[in-house]
Nanobody, 123 residues
Framework: QVTLEESGGGLVQAGGSLRLSCATSGRTVSRYGVAWFRQAPGKEREFVVGMWTDGSIYYADVVKGRFSITEDNAKNTVYLQMNSLKSEDTAVYYC?????????????????WGQGTQVTVSS
């Protein structure tokens, strides 16, 4: 069983930065891909970035150049560094894990989800 727990959300001004953490357990890096999704009020959950078992990383166009995903294997934690934040980045951010063999950009491709952490960007 894989569990995911997000942290690091909060309120930040536009142009600022935040780093989200996703602590994982029961996960072997070689078996699971990990991604960040987000869901704004009244909108569908959308893909932000995914890091896969072959080392590939895929960013959604709306965050490319501003967000980055990294992993600390010793801590079993995945991070999402968010820079140059905009008001439209306001959402609940979720960490998810997948057993698929390639990057998945829809929620259907993920087997495990965290509870989410709120990010609010004030303009």
């Amino acid at each position: 069983q894989v569990t995911l727990e997000e942290s690091g959300g909060g309120l930040v001004q536009a142009g600022g930065s935040l780093r989200l953490s996703c602590a994982t357990s029961g996960r072997t890096v070689s078996r699971y891909g990990v991604a960040w999704f987000r869901q704004a009020p009244g909108k569908e959950r959308e893909f932000v970035v995914g890091m896969w078992t072959d080392g590939s990383i895929y960013y959604a166009d709306v965050v490319k150049g501003r967000f980055s995903i990294t992993e600390d294997n010793a801590k079993n934690t995945v991070y999402l560094q968010m820079n140059s934040l905009k008001s439209e980045d306001t959402a609940v951010y979720y960490c998810a894990a997948s057993t698929w063999g390639s990057v998945q950009t829809t929620t259907l491709g993920y087997d495990y989800w965290g509870q989410g952490t709120q990010v609010t960007v004030s303009s």
